[in-house]
Nanobody
Framework: QVQLVESGGGLVQAGGSLRLSCVYS????????MGWFRQAPGKEREFVAA????????FYADSVKGRFTISKDNTKNTAYLQMSSLKPEDSAVYYC????????????????????WGQGTQVTVSS
């Protein structure tokens, strides 16, 4: 059974940075793609970023490209989301997601809401 525990959220001023961490418990972390999603009050959960199982290929929502960086350390069973140049509209609960990776080039797979979830960590960006 997969368990995910996020940390690193908090309150930051616009333009600041935060790094989120997601510790994975379970089998074969190296076979899982990791993702980050977020949900603001009154809005649906949305895709932010994902990294394939090897940690090499990444995907980003247009709204965060160039500001956020996702990474995965298969030796530590941990995924990260480095967030820079934060904006008030980035404020949300951020959720870690794990899904078994697949063969082939299917970027849309990593943006779906399938897989396992953490409990979420709050990120608040003040203007």
């Amino acid at each position: 059974q997969v368990q995910l525990v996020e940390s690193g959220g908090g309150l930051v001023q616009a333009g600041g940075s935060l790094r989120l961490s997601c510790v994975y418990s379970g089998r074969a972390f190296s076979r899982y793609a990791m993702g980050w999603f977020r949900q603001a009050p009154g809005k649906e959960r949305e895709f932010v970023a994902a990294v394939r199982s090897t940690g090499i290929t990444t995907f980003y929502a247009d709204s965060v490209k160039g500001r956020f960086t996702i990474s995965k350390d298969n030796t530590k069973n941990t995924a990260y989301l480095q967030m820079s140049s934060l904006k008030p509209e980035d404020s949300a609960v951020y959720y870690c997601n794990a899904k078994q990776d697949v063969l082939g080039d299917v970027p849309e797979y990593y943006t779906t809401l399938s897989g396992s979830w953490g409990q979420g960590t709050q990120v608040t960006v003040s203007s």
